[in-house]
């Protein structure tokens, strides 16, 4: 089986939300403990968390410093968070990466690991939602210099992904909902 890598973006500010998504807390866990939870027993290593704002507070919530990579223009968009993300990615022995977001609680390790079971260098993959593409999202080693060349604004890869013959779409909605928190009132109850 192929090395599958865990790409965690926690970098943002969540304006809308009242402040770093990443430090929020549901269920008695913040959701980048809870998002890297997920990625560990979906199997992926290495795992690297992508921060931004607050980057001290989530720093310290990690399990070790290694898994650190801090997006110095996180301000920019989730862009540059995916281009830090893979660049910290080129030295792994990685064949693929499951970028995941930190602000979606409905996804667990059994979406994770559907999406990335076929992972390889030149896997172009996403969840989908009874039919529409969410996260996560596996990307191909093969693919990374193209998606790090092209990640700008708040896109990140959506541009690069669009139109794509080789996008295979994996349907997870029997596992989760793969809707994000952009509000407090947007939290499971």
């Known amino acids: 089986m192929a090395e599958v890598a865990g790409l965690l973006l926690a970098a943002g500010a969540g304006r809308r939300f009242g402040g770093p998504k990443a ?4 269920d ?3 959701f980048v403990v809870r998002s890297l939870r997920v990625l560990t027993d979906a199997g992926c290593a290495p795992i690297r968390v992508v921060l931004g704002a607050a980057a001290a507070e989530v720093r310290a919530l990690l399990p070790g410093p290694e898994a650190a990579v801090v997006a110095e223009d996180w301000e920019s968009g989730m862009g540059a968070s995916l281009r830090a993300g893979l660049r910290s990615l080129t030295g792994t022995d990685a064949e ?7 602000d979606l609680p409905g996804v667990g390790a059994e979406v994770v690991r559907r999406v990335a079971a076929r992972a390889g260098e030149v896997t172009v993959a996403r969840a989908a939602y009874e039919g529409v593409p969410g996260h996560p999202v596996v990307l ?3 693919w990374w210099p193209e998606i790090v060349a092209g990640a700008s604004g708040d896109k990140g890869a959506r541009d690069w992904l669009k139109g794509r013959q080789d996008l295979r779409l994996v349907e997870c909605g029997d596992l989760g909902t793969g809707h994000d928190v952009d509000r407090r009132e947007d939290l499971p109850g």
């Open 28 to 30: 008695g866990e913040p």
């Open 140 to 142: 191909g080693r093969r």
């Open 96 to 102: 693929a990466a499951v970028v995941h977001l930190v």
């Open 23 to 26: 430090l929020a807390v549901l």
